[in-house]
């Protein structure tokens, strides 16, 4: 077999949640065994430690070794225990490696999980996973696109297998290891099993099921009391084949502490979908497909935005049930076929379509930005072309200003704050390669506070770095560094805001992204302070994207250059509408127009569409809009503060974006 450190199957790695792990891989396999990448199944992984499909960064060649990170964080919070698995998943060659052995568990453990589950010895994780031998018991897998299956079904590695235990509860977590087969787990009593978790977790409550159809890389947590059954022997059963696949023989009597709360854990809030992708799982010219479409690394199916939440359905015309497995977060079920969604199926990251029917979940593209697979679970179907890629993209588009020589000592955007893309978003960019202390504040309460109607009433804060991780998040500023944030004299004057206080490194763009606390709407203000003024690296562009309605609610930026008034500062101000249609906004104000304010709040300039205006200072800053309509302005100021406002012609709404830039 080919296997990971020895056994099949694999090494159990087993971590408490939140702790980032590095696993190196080596590949001691024999050289026609190829390249190898390893996914690790439920992981909330970084895109370039997911175990892409191909390409030389990828693949560890025979000779090679691989080390990846998992850090156990999902939307800025512990990732949730679960029993997740790691396995090869080569372009083409998936089958055939999972087939040979290559394929393990990884269990995070969660204090957030009740503690009076089953637990150390009674906790017993299972792979159930079925082979062909040959006359000389040697493993052997031929291709067929149709799914490969074996006679002889193994539990962790061993063909009937047997336990003693105690006359108490268990928890089996147990995974359908095999590359095409389903099974029907039954006990040989008809008693039912309490089904407490699925891939992604503990469910909200507990479901009894005295049969639990599930296929390849679905995984089930369940508890089995063998209390009463001393001297007895019973059977996990698959219903499937009628075949018995683990004795269990009760031969020990001992006082069983544990129990099963009826309440688990609560599904996290993950919003309302704002877009909606439809994934049709087809056969097309002999080869299993999506979307009419097999399998190409350099095609990208769905370029969901960081920080929303998609609803994605999923259809089945063919006549077989096909395996819909999404990489990088939990899904949560919408409907089946139209209906509700089963009890025990709220959450998961792997799931039944059988032959006609309908499939809608929603999840929410958190933390990591970068390409992801979607696929069959069915290792062959998937090898023969099911599987397509989606890529996270980032929320803002960043441009690089030219270097600076005086600096904007600070940024900030007001405006309306909505669900899902219409949160107000903040980028900006330091340029130079000193770390620069900066606060970033969202505000709301404070505006109400001084006569803005329709203010958000209570703000969060996250900031994200270039690649889309979560640096840090804040709901409440008091909450965490209470004292440092006072010290700076720029506090915020109402407990529910937020604010971080951060060092960041140079030379990189960041996005700050405000939101109303549990969804709420209203008006906010997000704002950047460079508290680093020592340092050679600049504040040197912000931007912010946010709706833009009528009235007090149109998008307004602020800024403050630093400086003398013999030595002004040459800054750009754009207003951006259409063209972030390219980014996946679907309701982008169509045209924007700008007007630039002193501190007196008299007009400095005003523009509709940027040719009209300083059309060549523009060029020659490098920052030409992409679309006519919109707006540009050039400008060399004095020290001062200033104001930007973004509206639509003709009092047009949508999604805008307003950005400053500090040009030589
Ligand atoms: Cu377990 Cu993409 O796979
Ligand atoms: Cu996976
Ligand atoms: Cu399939």
């Known amino acids: 077999m080919w296997t990971y450190g020895g056994t099949y ?3 159990t790695l087993r971590r408490p949640t939140g702790q980032s792990t590095r696993v190196t891989f080596f590949n001691n ?4 065994a190829g390249g190898k990448t390893v996914h690790h ?4 992984s970084a895109s370039a430690d997911d175990g892409q499909v191909t390409g030389a960064n990828f693949l560890f060649e025979p000779g090679q070794a691989r080390t990846y990170t998992y850090d156990g964080i999902e939307n800025g919070e512990n990732e949730r225990g ?29 204090p957030a999980d009740p503690a009076t589950l089953p637990s150390g010895s009674y906790d017993l994780p299972l792979v159930i996973a079925d082979r062909q031998f040959d006359g000389n018991n040697q493993i052997q897998y031929f291709y067929d696109p149709a799914g490969v299956v074996g006679d002889t079904v193994l539990v962790n590695g061993t063909y009937q297998a047997y336990l003693n235990v105690a006359d108490r509860k268990y928890r089996l977590r147990i995974l359908n290891g095999a590359n095409a087969r389903r099974y029907i787990f039954t006990l040989s009593t008809g008693e039912p099993f309490m089904q407490i978790g699925t891939e992604s977790g503990l469910l909200p409550a507990p479901v009894a099921r005295t049969a639990m159809d599930v296929g390849p890389a679905e995984r089930l947590d369940v508890v089995v009391d063998f209390a009463g059954k001393l001297g007895q022997e019973l059977y996990l059963m698959d219903a499937y084949q009628v075949v018995p696949l683990l004795k269990f023989r009760v031969n020990q009597s001992v006082i069983d502490t544990s129990t099963i709360p009826s309440t688990l854990r609560p599904l996290p809030d993950i919003g309302q979908p704002t877009v909606t992708r439809n994934f049709s799982f087809d056969f097309t010219s002999n080869h299993w497909s999506i979307n009419g479409l097999t399998f190409d690394p350099n095609r990208i199916d769905a370029r969901p935005v960081l920080g929303t939440t998609e609803k994605w359905v999923f259809t089945n015309p063919t006549g077989t049930i096909h395996m819909v497995h999404i990489h990088d977060v939990d899904q949560q079920c919408l409907s089946r076929d139209g209906g509700p969604c089963y009890p025990y199926e709220k959450m998961k990251e792997t799931w039944s379509v059988g032959p006609g029917e309908t499939l809608e979940l929603k999840m929410k593209f958190t933390d990591h930005i970068g390409k992801y697979m979607l696929h069959c679970h069915i290792l062959e179907h998937e090898d023969d072309g099911m599987m397509t890629q989606f890529e996270v993209v980032a929320p803002t588009p960043t441009a690089t200003p030219g270097p600076a020589p005086a600096q904007p000592l600070n940024i900030s955007t007001r405006a309306r704050v909505q669900g899902g893309d219409n949160a107000l978003i903040g980028g900006f960019i330091l340029t130079g390669s000193d770390a620069k202390q900066v606060i970033i504040r969202a505000l709301g309460p404070s505006l109400a506070a001084s006569g803005m109607p329709g203010a958000l009433s209570d703000t969060t804060l996250d900031l994200y770095d270039a690649s889309g991780h979560l640096l840090a998040s804040n709901d409440n500023w008091k909450e965490s560094q209470k004292a440092q944030i006072l010290a700076t004299g720029i506090a915020p004057s109402e407990p529910l805001e937020s604010a971080i206080l951060t060092t960041l490194t140079g030379n990189s763009s960041y996005t700050a992204v405000v939101r109303g606390k549990n969804g709420a709407t209203g008006v ?15 504040l040197a562009n912000i931007s912010t994207r946010g709706f833009v309605d009528t009235g007090d609610n149109v998008m307004i930026g602020g800024f403050i250059v630093g ?12 207003a951006l509408g259409p063209s972030l249609s390219r980014f996946g906004i679907t309701n982008a104000l169509q045209d924007p127009t700008l007007s630039l304010y002193d501190s007196n709040g008299s007009v400095m300039a005003t523009n509709d569409n940027w040719r009209d205006g300083q059309q060549p200072e523009i060029l020659a800053a490098g920052l030409a809009p992409t679309d ?3 707006s540009a302005l050039f400008a060399p100021l004095p020290a001062g503060a200033y104001t930007a406002i973004v509206a639509g012609k003709n009092n047009t709404i949508g999604v805008g974006l307003v950005e400053a830039y500090n040009v030589q």
């Open 628 to 630: 006519d309509r919109e």
């Open 524 to 538: 906010g203000l997000v704002e950047v302070y460079d508290l680093g003024l020592g340092a050679t690296s600049k």
């Open 29 to 32: 396999l024999p050289s026609l």
């Open 82 to 110: 679960a029993m997740q698995w790691y396995h090869d998943h080569r372009m083409g060659e998936t089958g055939m490696n999972v087939w040979m052995g290559l394929t393990g568990l990884f269990i995070i453990d969660d």
């Open 9 to 11: 199957p694999g090494l």
């Open 563 to 574: 400086g003398s008034a013999a030595n002004p500062t040459r800054i750009v101000v754009r």
């Open 41 to 44: 199944h439920g992981s909330h």
